[in-house]
T-cell receptor, first 117, second 114 residues
Framework: GAVVSQHPSRVICKSGTSVKIECRSLDFQATTMFWYRQFPKQSLMLMAT?????????EQGVEKDKFLINHASLTLSTLTVTSAHPEDSSFYICSAEHSGTVTDTQYFGPGTRLTVL | RKEVEQDPGPFNVPEGATVAFNCTYS??????FFWYRQDCRKEPKLLMS???SGNEDGRFTAQLNRASQYISLLIRDSKLSDSATYLCVVNGQLNGGSQGNLIFGKGTKLSVKP
């Protein structure tokens, strides 16, 4: 149990285009989902916390107008990278908080590798 | 001081060796601690939570020292399949409620050789 999927797994796009990444909790409901970004040889950095039915909370330095987050249901959160540029190329990983566990464990999706040309 | 610090390694060890990873964290109010494992170009996967009394899961033993703000992971009888990057993770949430805001260390790379 506690499976999180992400789609797509890999995307290559031209500079200036928008890219939408989906994160789904497949066998549990997740009131809260998180979006992380990992650059090569760097640690995962939290970008934003996505709460079902309300606005996302963004970490300092993350542009909310560039990284649009929608959490319309208890099993789906989407991250849209608008007007992507080469510096947005990164590994984007979502996680979903399983509130049914004792410690509210986060389960991670397999990640989306974004390459902006 | 970085929030979560780890020795980046790499640790190159032979099969069967015992290897220990250390981690320090800066936020004394942190309540939850974890070790995650991340394979190359993959997502992190929870290896084990770390409890105050220390805990063991098979070949893996985790220790927490709150006074020193120090966490450790010991791997005994290492296997080739243990080769990965081990991430020390601390929750950044100061108040109750959602765990959220996990703070990740950069990870320690382990390479187990035949």
């Amino acid at each position: 149990g506690a499976v999180v999927s992400q789609h797509p797994s890999r995307v290559i796009c031209k500079s200036g285009t928008s890219v939408k990444i989906e994160c789904r909790s497949l066998d549990f409901q997740a009131t809260t989902m998180f979006w992380y970004r990992q650059f090569p040889k760097q640690s995962l950095m939290l970008m934003a916390t996505s709460n079902e039915g309300s606005k996302a909370t963004y970490e300092q330095g993350v542009e909310k107008d560039k990284f649009l987050i929608n959490h319309a249901s208890l099993t789906l959160s989407t991250l849209t990278v608008t007007s992507a540029h080469p510096e947005d190329s990164s590994f984007y990983i979502c996680s979903a908080e399983h509130s049914g566990t004792v410690t509210d464990t986060q389960y991670f999706g397999p990640g989306t590798r974004l390459t902006v040309l | 001081r970085k929030e979560v610090e780890q020795d980046p390694g790499p640790f190159n060890v032979p099969e069967g060796a015992t290897v220990a990873f250390n981690c320090t964290y800066s936020n004394s109010a942190s309540q939850s601690f974890f070790w995650y494992r991340q394979d190359c170009r993959k997502e992190p996967k929870l290896l084990m939570s770390v409890y105050s009394s220390g805990n063991e899961d098979g070949r893996f033993t985790a220790q927490l020292n709150r006074a020193s703000q120090y966490i450790s992971l010991l791997i005994r009888d290492s296997k080739l399949s243990d080769s990965a990057t081990y991430l020390c993770v601390v929750n950044g949430q100061l108040n109750g409620g959602s765990q959220g805001n996990l703070i990740f260390g950069k990870g320690t790379k382990l390479s187990v050789k035949p």
